[in-house]
């Protein structure tokens, strides 16, 4: 039987299997690790609880609307769904009494409108519906039929599809996404590797999390999709060690895939086979540096190494290793079911598809956003956030974490781009928008980040491990006694050389928050007439 044969037969039951819940009540109770912290674990066990039997209750992850938290969505026999924010116990108890009534519950008012307004799910796309702890509606939705595709063509023709797609890396590198596979394929015969990275340490990030977490089943495919296309044999889940939800449901995806022949001996019936294991991070920011990840993997420390050679030449205990972001991979499944074509008229020239924001701070709706490339920041904060709370004024953007810097609230035109935001040092990074308002200072934001970098340094390279705390210095220096232009030349100075001369994009980068600072905000820095 052939890989589209052997899939449709695979969907066919699971739609069997979800004709059981044909004609009652479907509740998906919205659980991330996000939602779980304001009470969303309570209400899905109040649910179970007190929901009848005939009802169907399904645990989904969050679709990224956080201030609405915890949610659920309450499906009528006839179809019609109802969104629920802002639930508590009592509400899913009252609700639950009225669904054994057989009525439709009550109606909430919703604002997820304006919140999903220009907003493009590929990634994303039913995150906050699925059932995130199964498979079968993930397979009805149509799931798995990408790697279904993949495996009906020669592993060459799949890098190539994705090549005409224009995917980059979502990481922060935006490195083309299929040449590694070709590098790695290339490099030598097996054992090859594929690490999925999603430790996401950095603060202000929260993207990977929530899709292993609501779509965890998206992103294991795409995964598939890649280590096929790398002719890897392994697939290793590189997961962070504080997202426990994220490790417990990539798990159960991997267990549930397993169970269908989707992962193991001769996947589809194309004679090609695969291992899935998820590992976690041994904490930091720094392991989320490509050959950091692979040292802990090792059992190593936690430090980056010089390169050549590369992962995709010598990575993973010494074999050619591919390693893609998780919001990278969670694009394939799209690509190869829906063709390159169709995701390169997503967004603008030279940047196809959607980028996935985590937007927080002093915002009106934070959350979790998906926009196409070319959309302007303007539209994800004052649009989809709401703009800053009632009461404050934006003061400044922290844009990519504390690998890049600050913007001012006059460059809320700039599009969401790859890359380089601003020649000072601003670039869109892994994806954080932070919205900060005058309840913190730009010196003492700048000093925050400064701080973090300095902390997180691993310490190998001489430049990074010494320059991050003498930038911290000289900032302390300038908020305890003021400016003088020896301080801010030294700033500059430091923030150059730790740049230039650093080992990985950690000290590379952690400049950029300085830089950007001393670009837009050289009064906040003391750099006024007297410095």
Known sequence: MSAGGAYERLRAGALGRLEGAAGTFRVAVRVGHCSAALGASDVLEAFAEDLMDNATLVAAGCDGACHA????????????????????????????????????????????????????????AGCGDLD?????EYLGAGGYAGLAAALSDAPEAVTETVKLSGLRGRGGAYFPAALKWDAARRAAAGPRHLVVNSEEGEPGLFKDRHLMEGVPHRVLEGALIAAYAAQAED???????????????????????????????????????????????????????ETTLLNTMEG????????????????LNARPTVIN??????????????????????GVEGASGTKVLSLSGAVARPGLVEVPFGTPLSAVVEGMGGGVRPGSAMTALGV???????????????????????????????????????????????????AYNADESCGKCTPCREGTPRMVEAIDRIARDGATRADLDELAYLAEVVGSASLCGLGQAAGGPITSALHFFPAELGAGPGA
């Open 69 to 124: 938290a915890p949610a659920a969505v309450v499906t009528s026999p006839d179809g019609e769904s109802v969104l629920m924010p802002s639930l508590d116990v009592d509400t899913a108890i009252r609700i639950s009494t009225v669904l054994e009534a057989d009525k439709a519950p009550l109606r909430y008012v919703d604002e997820s409108s304006a919140f999903l307004d220009g907003q493009v799910r590929v990634a994303l």
């Open 132 to 136: 995130a702890e199964g498979i079968d």
């Open 235 to 289: 697939v290793h889940l590189y997961v962070n060690a504080e997202a426990d939800l994220s490790a417990r449901r990539m798990e159960m995806a991997a267990r549930d895939a397993a169970a269908l022949g989707l992962i193991g001996g001769d996947v589809l019936g194309s004679g090609w086979s695969v291992r899935v294991s998820v590992r976690r991070g041994a904490g930091g920011y720094v392991c989320g540096e």
């Open 300 to 315: 190593r420390r936690r430090e980056p190494r010089l390169r050549p050679p590369f992962p995709t030449e010598a990575g």
């Open 325 to 346: 972001n998780a919001e990278t991979l969670a694009n394939l499944p799209f690509i190869l079911a829906e063709g390159p074509e169709a995701f390169g008229r997503i």
């Open 400 to 450: 990519g974490g504390p690998s890049s810097g600050l913007l001012p609230p006059a460059a809320l035109d700039t599009a969401v781009m790859p890359g380089m935001l601003h020649s000072s040092g601003v670039m869109l990074g892994a994806g954080g928008v932070v919205v900060l308002d005058g309840s913190v200072g730009v010196l003492e934001a700048v000093r925050a980040l400064a």
